[in-house]
């Protein structure tokens, strides 16, 4: 079997629209309809990336999550309805690169598609000599930053929340991750940190910060470094 | 029920028992002299070839007889006749007072002395055996009537069973009135209030011969009758809030249940939609004018009513209370910025003015409420006012709350009409010739705003416009220094 994108997915009229959408792409496409089918294909052969609509006929797309994530790293967008927040955050903690709410246009599912694979590519060579996002320019070594080719002075933790952000550009990184990976595990309840910093790198490191587009607030979930495509 | 009531009727006919039990006084000294005559006539017979010893035990006898069933009065009667009665009839010399021997003398006054110390050992018997008989006759029937009470489904059975309970206890003449106001004093009636907690609920008013009639105080028995009416009450009460709680959480469940399955029904064929009509678009396939802007028209109308369901959604659920806020610390000014990013396309033509102070705390909110409540704020802002013209966004923090202020230019809104754009489905005279609204934007807001604990009104501006403000409790003092949480990188 070539590697293809797998859909799981309940709704066959959207299953169809992804399916379409995806063809058009050059992606070959995988169909599950239910947690089981869903499972057995992932059992057979693991897919080059995932669409999980979190609410199956027969169980709870997080359960597929959980069962992917204990064998696999496959790259794995969510999608989810509005006032799922809660939802989204807990797929995220557990695992999913992205989310995508219903409804959404199909450029915005590739984006987070393409996203999705391509950090999925970038965590699998974590000693990358320079991050390039875009305007920006990281080098993890040296722990500099650079943006349109000048070097903005960042302290340690201002680099250290840019480098986890930018590791998974293009992405929603939820509060918790960010507290855990920047601060420590027992930080991740202390979201006002996260403010009073994002608040400093935009200062930094956008043009306009009263109109972020670099640093990119998802209400309730977390925050997105922008990529250029995405 | 059959049995309960057969139960209730064994209870009653008990207790008319145990009260039939006091013996009148006045016959008492009937059955004294009966009783004397009895042992004097004995006495006599026997008189002859007995000793006086025997004939004094006799004359005890009769005495102590007497004593278990009556009081000292009849008692000392008893024991006085008697004795008389004995030197009469069976001393020598026989029917005559005269006591020649002053040992008999002295025997005599030892007998009544005897007989006079029995009985009254024999009344504090008596009275603890009354006491005891009158405290169980009490326990009897309070408990009794509770047990009856708490049977009971309604107030107006409660009253009923209570009526008929006090009737039995203290006559035909008890009366059971449910009032707020204070009773009127009547003579010969004596009043009981029946208190719940603070206030009164009704009053017992008895005859005061009911109390004191008999030889037992029943004063005890009125006062916590009526205690104990005031508790079943009360337990009806709260059973019937639970009933009610209970019926209400179903209603609830049924709800949300309708709710979310609407929404879900709904909201996937839309989606399908509005992403099929985007692939169309976005497909490499030549278009012409006409059907790029059909295409385009699928996509806009299926987004808007994907924001009118998702509008009803959280308009119901909100004033229902189902609405679970997921509270968290977060900077105001980075919702709005994150709302305006949003925007951006819209707002092109138009000059954003934001003033949100750098030390302003952050609030403990559900940030995606505040983020629907700050889109629509600014969806109406957009909508009702001439594009072109600028919008103001200002932040200020007073005591215990922050506060924001989204300012416009637009034609304003009528002040009879500020108070009514937040009702449900009410829209405004300039709403109603502008399409795409639904009368739900503002009444939205407010829920939001309530659900967080602040307020949210309209003002109009004296140079024109409209200012809608709200405000949000927060108890942080000021934002954290950034210098204090620098850490040592773990990456």
Redesign the interface.
Known sequence: MTPAILVIED?L??R???R??LG?QGYHVWEAGTKRDAISTIAKSVPQAILLDL?LPDGSGLEVLKIVRERSEVPIVVIS???E??DQVLALDSGANDYVT??????E?LARLRAALRSAAAYAAPFEERLEIGPLRIHPNERTVYLNGREVPL???E??LL??MARQAGRVVT?RHLLR????GSYVQD???L??????LRRKLEQD?????LL?????VGYRLRAPDA | MSSARQADERGHSRFRAASSRAYPERLGFVWGALTNVVTTTVAFWVAPHAQLAHLMIIHLLGAVLISTRYGMAVSTFTAVTGVLAFDFFCIPPVFAFAMPDPRNVLSFAGLLLVALLVCWLNQGLRQQRAAARESEERTQALCQLSLDLSRVTSAQQLFARARSHLSELFGDQAELCVTKHKPTAEPGFTTQAIIDGKSQIGYIRVRQESLFGRRTNRRLLLVASADRIADALKLLALGEAARRAQVDAEVERDRNALLSAVSHDMKTPLASIMTAGSSLLASPWQKDATSRELLETIVQESERMNGLITNLLSATRLESGAAILNKELEALDDLVFAVLSRFSGRLSDRRVDVDLPVDLPMVSIDAVLIDQLLVNLLENALRYTPSGSPIEIRGARSAGAVTVEVRDRGPGIPAAERERVFEKFYRGQAAKQNDGGTGLGLTICRAVVQAHGGAISIEGRASGGTIVRFSLPSDVQAPLAASALERRPTA
């Open positions: 709704e009229p959207m169809r629209v992804i379409t959408a058009g609410g309805a509005r006032g927040e809660r219903k409804p959404f246009r199909e450029a599912l302290t340690p933790t680099f250290s480098q986890v509060h990976e920047v601060w420590g979201t006002q940190y403010r009073v910093y994002m608040r400093q910060p009263n109109t972020p587009q990119i607030t998802t209400p309730g």
